[in-house]
């Protein structure tokens, strides 16, 4: 009986070492050396199940038609997107009874604002209808997967890539319209939000706003929130082999690095109740936007954090005066604009 514990002991103990260094030494080391691993972490595209984006009525929205933009790059395969164009409501009466409607029209008649809207990183742009309903009563929008996502060209995943290739949208669209130009990110949209206005500012580009609902400072702040993630956080080897890879990856979307470079008034939406990014991150990227730019020069910043009414992550469209502090926040930056015209950009 004795013999019997012992030796089911030590194999208990056996098993648990194995379970242990499996887990803790293995998984984190494979973590480390497979980008395919961290990219499905990152950009889990897997959980969206294919579709036919050709009628967007099928998804309960008209007035919408769906399109797609072909980013050439000259030293890699050349990435094609697949964007939903949103009409402003007041036009889709227009067009219900006409197939031969000229959407391309509409984008030169420049008479409603332009909304790029970013997805977050389990969605497609069919996913925030019920928003597009809300925003289109003021907006133009132009919703766009990524590549990799829907039926956008599959293509390396990286903030570089990704962001490059929404730039060249939003440069086709500026082309085209003499629109105000604004930019909506969702979660981790937020983050291609902030890093493309970086990036327009280096090519003397800026929107007329930016919008980030659910935001963070960083993917790997996020991931140290996430709780599966929080199982590893005592080893002493999780910053190399779980943090640090993502970010030498390209894949950490540094928002709080790249908000200083927004040149526009921010409007940051949270809500106290999301469970996927704490508002705490959204609160420290709301300060370091506060503290790091000139408001004078780039505008104020405004922040929402909205009560737990159950809005969580995904639900920010059915905060009941939710137009309303968009409305007030497209005031405020077409006034800031106006302002700044008449100072100096260039002095900062
Ligand atoms: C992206 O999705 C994953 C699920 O794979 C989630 O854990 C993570 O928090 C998300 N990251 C961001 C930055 O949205
Ligand atoms: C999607 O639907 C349209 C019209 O219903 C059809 O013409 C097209 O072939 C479909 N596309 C795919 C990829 O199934
Ligand atoms: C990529 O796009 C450019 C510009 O439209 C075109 O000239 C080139 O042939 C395309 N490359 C490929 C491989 O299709
Ligand atoms: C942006 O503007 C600056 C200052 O006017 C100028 O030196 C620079 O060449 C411009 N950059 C681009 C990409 O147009
Ligand atoms: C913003 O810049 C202006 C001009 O350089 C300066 O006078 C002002 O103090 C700055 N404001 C802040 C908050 O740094
Ligand atoms: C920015 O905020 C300041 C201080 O709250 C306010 O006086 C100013 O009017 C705001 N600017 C705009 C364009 O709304
Ligand atoms: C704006 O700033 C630039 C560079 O500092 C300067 O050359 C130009 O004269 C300024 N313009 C005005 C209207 O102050």
Same mark, same amino acid.
């Given at each position: 009986?004795?013999?019997?514990?012992?030796?089911?002991?030590?194999?208990?103990?056996?098993?648990?070492?194995?379970?242990?260094?499996?887990?803790?030494?293995?998984?984190?080391?494979?973590?480390?050396?497979?980008?395919?691993?961290?990219?499905?972490?990152?950009?889990?595209?897997?959980?969206?199940?294919?579709?036919?984006?050709?009628?967007?009525?099928?998804?309960?929205?008209?007035?919408?038609?769906?399109?797609?933009?072909?980013?050439?790059?000259?030293?890699?395969?050349?990435?094609?997107?697949?964007?939903?164009?949103?009409?402003?409501?007041?036009?889709?009466?227009?067009?219900?009874?006409?197939?031969?409607?000229?959407?391309?029209?509409?984008?030169?008649?420049?008479?409603?604002?332009?909304?790029?809207?970013?997805?977050?990183?389990?969605?497609?742009?069919?996913?925030?209808?019920?928003?597009?309903?809300?925003?289109?009563? +003021?907006? $133009?929008?132009?919703?766009? @997967?990524?590549?990799? *996502?829907?039926?956008? /060209?599959?293509?390396?995943? !990286?903030?570089? %890539?990704?962001?490059?290739?929404?730039?060249?949208?939003?440069?086709?669209?500026?082309?085209?319209?003499?629109?105000?130009?604004?930019?909506?990110?969702?979660?981790?949209?937020?983050?291609?939000?902030?890093?493309?206005?970086?990036?327009?500012?280096?090519?003397?580009?800026?929107?007329?706003?930016?919008?980030?609902?659910?935001?963070?400072?960083?993917?790997?702040?996020?991931?140290?929130?996430?709780?599966?993630?929080?199982?590893?956080?005592?080893?002493?080897?999780?910053?190399?082999?779980?943090?640090?890879?993502?970010?030498?990856?390209?894949?950490?979307?540094?928002?709080?690095?790249?908000?200083?470079?927004?040149?526009?008034?921010?409007? +940051?939406? $949270?809500?106290?109740?999301? @469970?996927?990014?704490? *508002?705490?991150?959204? /609160?420290?990227?709301?300060? !370091?936007?506060? %503290?790091?730019?000139?408001?004078?020069?780039?505008?104020?910043?405004?922040?929402?954090?909205?009560?737990?009414?159950?809005?969580?992550?995904?639900?920010?469209?059915?905060?009941?005066?939710?137009?309303?502090?968009?409305?007030?926040?497209?005031?405020?930056?077409?006034?800031?604009?106006?302002?700044?015209?008449?100072?100096?950009?260039?002095?900062?």
């Amino acid at each position: 009986m004795k013999k019997m514990c012992l030796v089911c002991c030590i194999y208990t103990t056996v098993v648990l070492l194995l379970v242990a260094l499996l887990n803790f030494v293995i998984v984190p080391v494979i973590f480390k050396f497979s980008l395919g691993f961290q990219q499905s972490f990152i950009f889990p595209t897997f959980v969206i199940e294919p579709k036919n984006y050709t009628n967007p009525e099928n998804y309960g929205i008209n007035g919408v038609r769906n399109m797609y933009i072909t980013v050439p790059y000259p030293t890699s395969e050349n990435i094609t997107l697949g964007i939903w164009q949103v009409l402003p409501k007041e036009m889709v009466s227009d067009i219900v009874n006409n197939d031969e409607y000229n959407y391309d029209g509409i984008i030169a008649n420049g008479k409603t604002h332009i909304l790029i809207y970013l997805h977050g990183n389990g969605s497609d742009r069919t996913k925030s209808i019920e928003l597009y309903k809300i925003l289109r009563e +003021i907006f $133009h929008i132009f919703a766009i @997967d990524y590549r990799g *996502y829907a039926d956008s /060209t599959l293509g390396e995943l !990286t903030e570089n %890539n990704i962001v490059s290739d929404i730039a060249y949208i939003y440069k086709w669209l500026r082309k085209r319209s003499k629109s105000k130009m604004f930019i909506w990110g969702h979660s981790l949209g937020s983050g291609v939000a902030t890093l493309l206005a970086s990036r327009l500012k280096k090519e003397n580009l800026t929107s007329t706003g930016v919008v980030l609902e659910t935001p963070f400072t960083s993917v790997t702040d996020v991931m140290k929130s996430n709780y599966i993630v929080q199982f590893y956080s005592f080893l002493p080897w999780f910053d190399a082999t779980i943090l640090k890879p993502i970010r030498d990856n390209g894949m950490d979307f540094n928002s709080k690095l790249y908000i200083s470079d927004v040149d526009s008034p921010i409007m +940051i939406l $949270h809500a106290k109740d999301d @469970d996927i990014i704490p *508002y705490s991150i959204a /609160t420290e990227l709301y300060y !370091t936007a506060l %503290n790091n730019r000139n408001s004078t020069f780039q505008g104020n910043v405004t922040y929402y954090l909205y009560e737990e009414h159950g809005y969580g992550h995904l639900f920010i469209y059915l905060v009941p005066h939710l137009l309303n502090h968009v409305k007030i926040f497209v005031d405020e930056c077409l006034q800031f604009e106006q302002s700044i015209s008449i100072k100096n950009r260039s002095v900062i």
